[in-house]
């Protein structure tokens, strides 16, 4: 995180933006850490939190692109010979592969928040050969839910940030997903009930 901090400092949101760039496609930078502790920095400075979500969304989506152009153009052999690199190892693009055959696009989406999963859901459709538009927006959708979780995460825990990560750490993002969508039904539930409440009153 020391050589983070320093690019941040010095580079503000150019950094930003190429650090999340840089992490889709496969380079070993902690990407949850970094937008957790970005989103501390929206608090009281000297990041602002929506150019923060807009920058780390466009970084995100750069990485994304490029990653499903090389594996739509290269395909594994440049996962076979370069992925122990960036520690994508065999093993690893074995199991992300037997996870996109059995999800196909939602993997992708899901695959933010998985362990190992996220920097090779983009190359294997790449690979593929998924519809542009198809894996536009699923991921699109996942890198939308992925940065205004820990942007977000980050701005509410604020100096807390530290305390934040070591507890995602421990019980894992698929965990902190599942809240989520938890959260999200309940809410919509929640939601339409009141709405068909108040038309029941509203009937005469």
């Known amino acids: 995180m020391s050589g983070i901090m320093w690019a941040l400092s010095h580079y503000g949101y150019i950094a930003l933006f190429f650090l999340?760039?840089?992490?889709?496609?496969?380079?070993?930078i902690p990407d949850e850490t970094l937008m957790v502790f970005v989103g501390s920095l929206t608090v009281d400075g000297p990041f602002r939190f929506m150019p923060a979500f807009i920058v780390c969304l466009a970084?995100?989506?750069?990485?994304?692109?490029?990653?499903?152009?090389?594996?739509?153009?290269?395909?594994?052999?440049l996962l076979d010979r370069y992925g122990k690199t960036f520690k994508l190892t065999p093993a690893r693009v074995e199991r992300?592969?037997?996870?996109?055959?059995k999800y196909g696009p939602w993997g992708i989406v899901f695959g933010y928040f998985v362990p190992g999963l996220r920097h090779l859901t983009c190359y294997m459709a790449g690979m593929s050969r998924l519809n542009w538009s198809t894996y536009f927006i699923a991921a699109g959708t996942g890198a939308l839910i992925w940065v205004a979780t820990f942007l977000t995460l980050g701005h509410m825990v604020g100096n807390h940030w530290q305390s934040a990560?070591?507890?995602?750490?421990a019980k894992g993002t698929p965990f902190l997903f599942g809240f989520i969508v938890f959260a999200l039904i309940t809410g919509s539930a929640v939601y339409l009930m009141m709405r068909r409440r108040t038309r029941?009153?509203?009937?005469?």
Do not use: C, D, N
Not at 20 to 28: F, N, Q, R
């Open 59 to 77: 970084g995100s989506l750069s990485g994304m692109f490029i990653s499903y152009l090389v594996g739509r153009k290269v395909g594994k052999p």
């Open 20 to 28: 999340l760039a840089l992490g889709i496609v496969g380079i070993p």
């Open 165 to 169: 990560v070591r507890w995602l750490h």
């Open 96 to 101: 992300t592969e037997r996870w996109f055959q």
């Open 200 to 204: 029941e009153k509203g009937t005469p």
